[in-house]
């Protein structure tokens, strides 16, 4: 009986990890392989919330562009984008937990969702868009290919 029981919990943890990598995608739209997404970019984007999570921005400003979108303000240069991430923090009063990460091409989030908001200039074409879903609540954060790393370039709520 503990053989089973411990079979059907490796099965539905797994079936959780194929979630978090953005496979989920392909039930929502038509019939069409969807594009795989960098395994660099997923660890970048569960780094970065899990970092601004935990208040840790020695660890989460590194991982932003030189140009980071903050809800629509355009935020330019290593100090001013690590002021803006000081003023995330101060408006996450409360502790927060991080309940789930969703990883997603930008043309599987829209498929999904819609377009993203106006507010938010996003440019390039092989965008990565992660959803950071909290009890109550949730980040969602925009990642571009920069020569051989992937960066935040989008940060909204």
Known sequence: MKRILFSMVV?????????????????AGPRVAPKKI??????VAKTFLRALVDRDLKTAA???AATVDFDGHQ???EKAVLKRLRQVLARM???RRLRKVAVLTLAQARRIFGP??????????????AF????RGGLIVVLAPEKDRWRVVALTD
Do not use: I
């Open 93 to 95: 009063k409360v502790r």
């Open 132 to 135: 950071g879903r909290f009890r």
């Open 62 to 64: 590194p991982l932003c």
């Open 38 to 43: 960098p395994l660099l970019a997923v660890l």
């Open 11 to 27: 099965a539905v943890v797994a079936v959780g990890g194929v979630t978090t990598s953005g496979d989920h995608a392909r039930a």
């Open 75 to 77: 935020v330019k240069g």
């Open 116 to 129: 993203p908001p106006a507010r938010l200039k996003l440019h390039g074409k092989d965008l990565v868009v």
